[in-house]
Nanobody, 125 residues
Framework: VQLVESGGGLVQAGGSLRLSCAAS????????VGWFRQAPGKEREGVSF????????YYSDSVKGRFTISSDNGKNTVYLQMNSLRPEDTAVYYC???????????????????WGQGTQVTVSS
């Protein structure tokens, strides 16, 4: 499975961006798919996920109410709509996919099998 992210960029605080994660080589039907982010000098942080077998959604407390994850199964693409962006959202955002993911591991990076190359999101104040 190959994951390709797009949609990052530079935006002012309060603005919006939409990230896309497109898969090739497999469908997302049996995968948990979502987004991690990593800012300079910080650990990788789980942001938002969709566990496709039961379509359960997850959001970290830091993005809840501002970010929305969605999936277009026909296009094998997962989106992350990011609204009300803040400077602290600045990071490299990585798409990840894990097969047959148990919900208890959804925020655990080491349980994901496939990763995208990352896309930079920069929010200016």
């Amino acid at each position: 499975v190959q994951l390709v992210e797009s949609g990052g960029g530079l935006v002012q605080a309060g603005g919006s961006l939409r990230l896309s994660c497109a898969a090739s080589g497999s469908t997302f039907d049996d995968y948990a798919v979502g987004w991690f982010r990593q800012a300079p000098g910080k650990e990788r942080e789980g942001v938002s996920f969709i566990n496709h077998p039961h379509s359960k959604l997850y959001y970290s407390d830091s993005v809840k109410g501002r970010f929305t994850i969605s999936s277009d199964n026909g296009k094998n693409t997962v989106y992350l709509q990011m609204n009300s962006l803040r400077p602290e959202d600045t990071a490299v955002y990585y798409c990840a996919a894990g097969w047959g993911m148990s919900d208890q591991y959804i925020y655990s990076a080491r349980h994901y099998d496939y990763w995208g190359q990352g896309t930079q999101v920069t929010v200016s104040s």
